[in-house]
Structure formats: C-alpha cells, structure tokens
C-alpha cells in the first residue's frame, strides 16, 4: 500500500527544508567579514542623533485632554496614511501620563484590530541608547503579524525598519484585571507557546535616537510596526531562555548576536512586568494574545531589498525581506 502525504504535510517539510538549508548557509558565512555598509546597528540610516544623544525637551507636565487628543490625530494621520509627521514644540513633553493616555487610545484612532503587546525597551542597552527611563509597552495588530520567511512592503511603514530579535509568548488563559500582581509562577502556567520573532520598529517621527527627547516613540505605540514569527514551541519549559542566543545576519552578513537574559533578565521577567502594566490600567489580557518581550540585540536598522536573518539556534530561523 503507497502511503500518502497531504498537502500541508508536503508543505511543512519543504519549510523545514529550506530552513534547515538556509540555517546551513548563514551559519558557513559566519566568520566573514561584515558587508562594508553594515555595523553594529545596521545600516546608518536613523538620523543625524546618535545613540544616546537626544535633548530633553524643556515640558514635563501633563498634556491636556485636547493637547492628547490632536497628538494622537496627528500620529493616526501618519500611520493610516504613511506619511512623516512633525510633532510641534507646544505638544512635546516628557510625561509618561500622557504617553500612556495617547498610547492607549491610540488604537482606538487607527481602528485597527489588536492581537497583544510588545515591550519596548527591556534591556538597558536600549534604554541607555533612546535615554529613556523604563520600558515602554506597545500594541500589536492582527494585520500587523507575518510568519516567517515573510516579505513586507514599504506600505507597512512610514519612515523606518528597525529590527530586533525577541522572544514572544502566546497566552493559553486569560488575565484579568485585579488588585493584586501576576506573579512569574502565574504567567508560567498561563503560556501556551513560545515563538522566536523579529519585532520591526517605525515611528511618524524622524530622527530616531532624538524622539526620545520628547518620548516621542513611546507616543508612537512604543515604536513598533510589525512583527514576524518563526515556528510556535509548546514545550518552552525546556528552553534555558536566558542564555538563548541568537544570531543576527542582514543579507546573509552576521551583524551581532545577542541572549534571552537581555529582556530584563529572563523573557518570563519581561512579560510578567508586561501583564502587570496592563493589569494596573483596569484592563485584560485573553487568551490568544501575544506578547513579545524586548530586544535582544539591540536595534538593526534595514531598508527596501535587505533581507533580515535571525538564527535562533534550535528554536529555528526567522527571516524577513523588505520589498518596495
């Protein structure tokens, strides 16, 4: 009797296929010099700030409503529309009341569909380079979600592709808001799978490394604009995330390599402080949702025709092409 393969069968080993050759060629080219156009932040294209470098704006108090509601118009006008926006001297402030009013209604503007949370900024390495004080939290959105090998167009971003390697969580029950802290032993048990990804970063705003000056990224949904996952693992307890390394190539061109323990320690850290943050906001997290939980490898900036390579070691490939 002649056994028979079904379709989605064939098409899973052909993606393991091609990954496993593909892990095999990028891994070969390890040891070669670095492109010349590359460097530890990929190409040189965030502005003229360099890391680090932003000046504090002189505001620190709280918007007002009507000053909240024309920053979150003005950014949803940039997105929906993919145009850069200047964000005027009388509305720039340093107040993270306001980040988190403007953040959270944010998605309301853009009526988007969201499908969970991004942390921005978990390792202090980033925070040292956008000079902010604390993480910053983001959303993600359904259409916003590729699988890898996945290919995006400049359609999905305005004025940067700022990659960085994570490790996501897909949530299996719910967390709702209560009094009390989720503890790390409570979102342990409330994992359904772990995913390796690439998170791409964007903002309205220019001059990357001067937005923080104003907090003007963490205003911008964190700086984040897409996300790309590799293969799902439901048998995450075995992974010893804090030192999972990752390998971090641009045009098949090793850049840099990075570990879990940069997410705050332990991706499990980062995703419980997470939670938490919504939790203290009066709102819920369901099941289903996920929830990345900061770069590893600092920032990588791309552009149109680079092809981004994430090797997670056993936990696989992820990879991303940007196309016109």
């Not at 209604?105 to 569909?113: Q, T």
């Not at 983001?138 to 999905?156: D, K, M, Q, V």
């Amino acid at each position: 009797m002649t056994e028979t393969t079904s379709a989605p069968d064939e098409a899973a080993e052909r993606g393991a296929a091609w990954e496993s050759r593909r892990l095999s060629e990028l891994r070969a080219g390890k040891q070669r010099p670095r492109l010349s156009y590359l460097h530890d932040l990929g190409r040189l294209i965030h502005g003229s700030t360099p890391p680090g470098g932003s000046v504090p704006c002189a505001r620190t108090d709280d918007l007002t409503p009507d000053e909240e509601a024309e920053v979150i118009a003005l950014i949803a006008a940039g997105r929906l529309h993919r145009t850069p926006v200047t964000l005027p001297e009388r509305l720039r402030s340093r107040s993270w009341t306001s980040v988190e009013h403007v953040l959270l209604n944010l998605d309301r503007a853009l009526g988007w569909h969201t499908a969970g949370w991004k942390v921005g900024a978990a390792s202090m390495q980033v925070r040292r380079a956008e000079n902010i004080p604390s993480p910053s939290p983001g959303r993600l959105f359904e259409h916003t979600i590729f699988t890898s090998p996945a290919r995006i167009g400049s359609a999905a971003f305005v004025n940067y592709r700022l990659c960085e390697c994570e490790f996501a969580f897909r949530l299996g029950m719910d967390f709702p808001a209560r009094p009390e802290p989720y503890t790390e032993s409570d979102l342990r048990a409330g994992i359904e799978s772990l995913l390796p990804v690439i998170e791409i970063g964007d903002s309205v705003f220019e001059d990357w490394y001067s937005l923080s000056g104003y907090f003007g990224g963490m205003y911008d949904n964190g700086g984040s604009a897409a996300l790309v996952h590799g293969t799902e693992v439901r048998d995450w307890q075995s992974v010893d995330l804090p030192t999972a390394g990752i390998d971090l190539y641009v045009n098949g061109s090793f850049v840099k390599s990075g570990q879990g323990a940069e997410a705050m320690g332990h991706p499990v850290t980062s995703l419980t402080w997470m939670v938490n943050w919504i939790r203290e906001r009066g709102l819920d997290v369901a099941a289903g949702e996920l929830v990345s939980t900061g770069t590893c490898t600092g920032h990588c900036f791309v552009t149109v025709d680079d092809v981004v390579s994430a090797d997670f070691g056993n936990l696989g490939l992820v990879e991303v092409r940007f196309v016109q």
